[in-house]
């Protein structure tokens, strides 16, 4: 089993910045992806920033400069820098981390709400 615990999440004013952390605990396998997908109401879940086990990068295009995936994997952490947020960046924001195979788990989500 594999757990995933999500923190750093909040309300911010538009403009700021917030920081949300993931910590992975379990059997891990050390080449897992791992990332962040959003949730706004009425909306599907969506990709914002995926890191793989050798450091490749992905991001939503509505976020790319704005926020920046990192992983410590001595700790099994990954986290997101959320800078220059907006009121469009509002969601429930879940870690995920996928080990292959259709292995993947889900964190249970941090609000993150931007007000203008």
């Known amino acids: 089993q594999v757990q995933l615990v999500e923190s750093g999440g909040g309300l911010v004013q538009a403009g700021g910045s917030l920081r949300l952390s993931c910590a992975a605990s379990g059997s891990i396998y050390r080449n897992s992806a791992m990332g962040w997908y959003r949730q706004a109401p009425g909306k599907q879940r969506e990709l914002v920033a995926r890191m793989t086990g050798g450091g490749s990068t992905n991001y939503a295009d509505s976020v790319k400069g704005r926020f920046t995936i990192s992983r410590d994997n001595a700790k099994n952490t990954v986290y997101l820098e959320m800078n220059s947020l907006k009121p469009e960046d509002t969601a429930v924001y879940y870690c995920?981390?996928?080990?292959?195979?259709?292995?993947?788990?889900w964190g249970q989500g941090t609000q993150v709400t931007v007000s203008s």
């Open positions: 995920n981390i996928d080990m292959g195979w259709g292995n993947y788990y």
